[in-house]
């Protein structure tokens, strides 16, 4: 049993779903298992981080995210290279991260994680020394990723039209990618640095991606026309992109990456600026979080069908429980 408070962190503007109660629910939830909590809402970009800091210095026995990828990712920042584990409640769009790991994405059963007190150490990864925890972007999924942070809207059918928009005129480009010490130069639709398998919403750009092994998986998708790159997507959704022929996979723990344009990359599906040149490297171990203490081995169509099912069932749960 927890023997001191928690501590939560809420957005309550993450995702496309009201959060009116949800507090309420979190902390009633908790005091079934005996564990008292308290909670801080945040009102703009960097609070969450801001507010884990001062939970770690304070002594708070654990700091809870309850928002999406972004609030997440944020609150991990702060947890990085401390002994102070990270809960996660899926609130979000995506939820990249919580996927991976196999945290249901339903607030009260995601809580339910929380109270068994497993912690996994898992990897996290820096991208010219900014930290990420599922994916760092160059290509096409950065471009997405500006196009659809301008949409003025969240959820997955802005994200859809955004990604339709980008692809009609989306040229690649060459990349210079050093893994390890090894170069290699590779003209690309997209380059990926993951340290967790999905990107979000059951999209498995690396399903064999493991955020225990202290190694990034990058994941080249190479320049093609319309149609081939379109069955690359249509397998990040049946989880068969290792076996498409557009696919190149190169595994390391320190990755260069250069190109000639400017443009944006992502972390964690966040634009960000990066210059020409990107320096990426894994930390291994550095992050606990609280995890099931069993999780599915991956297996194409299989998985993602049982993944989706599983959406599905909270969704509607969550819709007729009100």
Same mark, same amino acid.
């Given at each position: 049993m927890f023997r001191h408070r928690l501590f939560l962190i809420v957005n309550p503007i993450s995702g496309t #779903?009201?959060?009116?109660?949800?507090?309420?629910? @979190?902390?009633?939830?908790f005091r079934r298992h005996g564990i008292e909590i308290d909670t801080a809402l945040t009102t703009g970009c960097g609070d969450a981080t801001r507010l884990a800091r001062e939970a770690v210095e304070k002594g708070y026995r654990a700091v809870l995210a309850c928002g999406g990828d972004g609030t997440v990712n944020e609150?991990?920042?702060?947890? #990085?290279?401390?002994?102070?584990?990270?809960?996660? @409640?899926?609130a979000g769009s995506g939820n990249g991260l919580a996927r991976h790991l196999g945290i249901p994405i339903d607030i009260l059963?995601?809580?339910d994680v929380i109270s068994r007190e497993h912690v996994t150490p898992c990897d996290y990864a820096t991208a010219n020394g900014r930290p990420f925890f599922c994916t760092f972007g160059w290509g096409f999924d950065a471009a997405v990723s500006d196009r659809f942070a301008r949409a003025g809207k969240r959820g997955l059918i802005t994200y859809l039209n955004s990604a339709i928009e980008e692809y009609k005129d989306y040229q690649g480009e060459e990349y210079s990618i050093n893994v390890d010490g090894v170069a290699h130069t590779r003209k690309a639709f997209l380059v990926a640095c993951c340290n967790a398998s999905q990107y979000g919403n059951n999209a498995f750009i690396a399903p064999q991606a493991s955020i225990k092994d202290g190694l990034l998986d990058v994941i080249i998708i190479k320049d093609a026309d319309h149609l081939r790159t379109l069955l690359v997507g249509i397998d990040m959704l049946t989880g068969m992109i290792p076996h498409n022929s557009q696919i190149e996979k190169l595994r390391g723990r320190h990755i260069v990456i250069t190109r000639n344009s400017n443009g944006p990359a992502h972390l964690d599906g966040e634009p960000i600026e990066m210059g020409?040149?990107?320096?990426?490297k894994c930390i291994h171990g550095a992050l606990k979080i609280f995890t099931p203490q069993k999780k599915m081995r991956f297996m194409p169509f299989v998985t993602p069908m049982i993944y989706t099912f599983r959406d599905w069932h909270f969704a509607l749960r969550n819709l007729v429980s009100g």
């Open positions: #779903c009201s959060k009116k109660g949800v507090v309420e629910k @979190i902390e009633t939830r609150t991990a920042r702060a947890m #990085c290279d401390t002994d102070i584990p990270l809960g996660i @409640i899926p059963t995601s809580v020409t040149v990107a320096d990426i």
